[in-house]
């Protein structure tokens, strides 16, 4: 089945760019969804088709993808940015059709 | 405004059954594609299974871990979605989210607060 790989945790200093990847076998392929969910929350769409945001989603985030490895990016971090962050492919040849990342934790130092 | 409202949580012994609903409001329901998506306590999102439009084929796929135990099923009239959960697992502990799915490939674009189901002896 496929498999997206995201880093467990990434750090960043407020106003600075905070980037998380998600990796997966031929990447660019796929639509890639990236979510946000804070502590006891539900989660909230950020970028969908690789780079569109959503209504009411602020500039500061935009998304890529190429080659093998999908990015969200996150400029001039705030602290409210903090929470966790999963990728989503559509895979017709998975068992589970939809796969998540693991997610990635950011923390804003 | 887009409103999801799960109910229908609790505690449950393995092997034993629970429906959860989820109300609908502020969309069209009738012509949406819907999904369920758990959460186990402090791990990764997973999704469980989809039901498309009733004009669309009302098709509902499943995710390998739920097939044969989980019915996804849908009631326009009342805009409501159903996860019909037997033979639960321990595995199955999760907190359950009904969203909205936007077609193919689908993402989520709207999620409810979830529903916590623990199962347990």
């Known amino acids: 089945s496929y498999v997206l790989t995201q880093p467990p945790s990434v750090s960043v200093a407020p106003g600075k760019t905070a980037r998380i990847t998600c990796g997966g076998n031929?990447?660019?392929?796929?639509?890639v969804h990236w979510y946000q969910q804070k502590p006891g929350q539900a989660p909230v769409l950020v970028i969908y088709d690789d780079s569109d945001r959503p209504s009411g989603i602020p500039e500061r985030f935009s998304g890529s993808n190429s080659g093998n490895t999908a990015t969200l990016t996150i400029s001039r971090v705030e602290a409210g940015d903090e929470a966790d962050y999963y990728c989503?492919?559509?895979?017709?040849?998975?068992?589970?059709?939809?796969?998540f990342g693991g997610g990635t934790k950011l923390t804003v130092l | 405004e887009v409103q999801l409202v799960e109910s229908g949580g609790g505690l449950v012994k393995p092997g034993g059954s629970l429906r959860l609903s989820c109300a609908a409001s502020g969309f069209t329901f009738s012509v949406a594609w819907m999904s369920w998506v758990r959460q186990a306590p402090g791990k990764g999102l997973e999704w469980v299974g989809r039901?498309?439009?009733?004009?669309?084929?009302?098709?509902?796929d499943y995710a390998a871990p739920v097939k044969d135990r989980f019915t996804i099923s849908r009631d326009d009239s009342k805009n409501t979605l159903y996860l019909q959960m037997n033979s639960l697992k321990t595995e199955d502990t999760a907190v359950y989210y009904c969203?909205?799915?936007?077609?193919?490939?689908?993402?989520?674009?709207?999620w409810g607060q979830g529903a916590l189901v623990t199962v347990s002896s």
């Open positions: 969203t909205t799915d936007s077609g193919s490939p689908p993402y989520f674009d709207y």
């Open positions: 039901i498309k439009s009733k004009t669309e084929g009302g098709t509902i």
């Open positions: 031929n990447i660019r392929s796929k639509s």
């Open positions: 989503q492919v559509w895979d017709s040849s998975s068992d589970h059709y939809v796969v």
